[in-house]
């Protein structure tokens, strides 16, 4: 595959419906209209389970390309001198949301799925992931152009 960078997924999902692409990644919620309408065809999920969007679809991990995870994730985020009481109390009353049946059916139906971590399991979740990408890049030997 030859990388071909695009100033968003806008413009690369629009080549990719009109064959100027023949392949990219994007997020499930960006592309599973065009799935389920049968305008793209899903080759695999980059998460370590199946999507309950697209079920059928395998994961990267289970087409061979093993331990492969990569997935998108959102985040609330406050300023660094927030009291952590009221950090606390805003993760809870997010989470009470987030974890309703009306939010879970909307994220659902995009594909996605509503977080659920508590404010120092977040925290620990974002370090880890700097952690992970940060080797990624080593690894690579990722270069600023």
């Known amino acids: 595959m030859v990388h071909v960078p695009y100033k968003g997924a806008a413009p690369a999902l629009n080549d990719l419906l009109g064959g100027t692409i023949p392949v990219m990644f994007d997020s499930i919620t960006g592309v599973v209209q065009h799935v389920k309408a049968g305008k793209l065809r899903a080759l695999g ?5 199946r999507s309950t ?16 995870e990569a997935s998108s994730w959102f985040g609330l985020y406050g300023p660094g001198h927030m009291r952590p009481e009221l950090a606390n109390k ?9 974890n309703t049946p009306k939010m879970k059916s909307l994220y659902a139906e995009q594909g996605a799925e509503p977080g659920s971590m508590t404010q120092p399991e977040f925290s620990a979740f974002v370090s ?7 080797r990624v890049i080593s690894t690579a030997n990722v270069k600023l152009d």
């Not at 969007?53 to 492969?68: C, I, M, N, Q, R």
């Not at 880890?128 to 940060?134: C, L, N, R, V």
């Open 45 to 49: 999920v980059t998460s370590l389970k």
């Open 53 to 68: 969007a697209v079920p059928d679809v395998p994961t990267l991990d289970e087409a061979g390309v093993k331990g492969f």
């Open 90 to 98: 805003i993760n809870a009353d997010v989470r009470d949301v987030l």
């Open 128 to 134: 880890a992931e700097i952690d992970k990408w940060s």
